[in-house]
């Protein structure tokens, strides 16, 4: 049974720092692409930044380029995104997807309908 399990939530200060985490379970990350998305409220749900399989090649949003990283530990089975000079504008609920059973190797897809599965989501709040 493919899981997803996102923390690392929570309430920061802008120009703070929050590392998100995403454990995966029900397959393995090796052949998968891993996304994270966000939704503030009132608006859709848009894509962060994905990570491909093989190679790590990574997409990001402009908006967060520069100051979010995306990462992977395929021995822990665990997604992570590093979020930095956090501002209000990124607080949203975050939520980690996976391209599963759909194989992405050497890049990823940033469209939401590219993910199957879907984590609950963790609260990101920026606010002083």
């Known amino acids: 049974q493919v899981q997803l399990v996102e923390s690392g939530g929570g309430l920061v200060q802008p120009g703070g720092s929050l590392r998100l985490s995403c454990a995966a379970s029900?397959?393995?990350?090796?052949?998968?692409?891993m996304g994270w998305f966000r939704q503030a409220p009132g608006k859709e749900r848009e894509v962060v930044s994905c990570i491909s399989s093989s190679d790590g090649i990574t997409y990001y949003t402009d908006s967060v380029k520069g100051r979010f990283t995306i990462s992977k530990d395929n021995a822990k089975n665990t997604v992570y995104l590093q979020m930095n000079s956090l501002k209000p504008e990124d607080t949203a609920v975050y939520y980690c997807?996976?391209?599963?059973?759909?194989?992405?190797?050497?890049?990823?897809?940033?469209?939401?309908?590219?993910?199957?599965?879907w984590g609950q989501g963790t609260q990101v709040a920026v606010s002083s």
């Open positions: 997807a996976t391209s599963h059973p759909r194989r992405w190797v050497i890049s990823c897809p940033s469209g939401r309908n590219e993910y199957n599965y």
């Open positions: 029900g397959f393995t990350l090796d052949y998968y692409a």
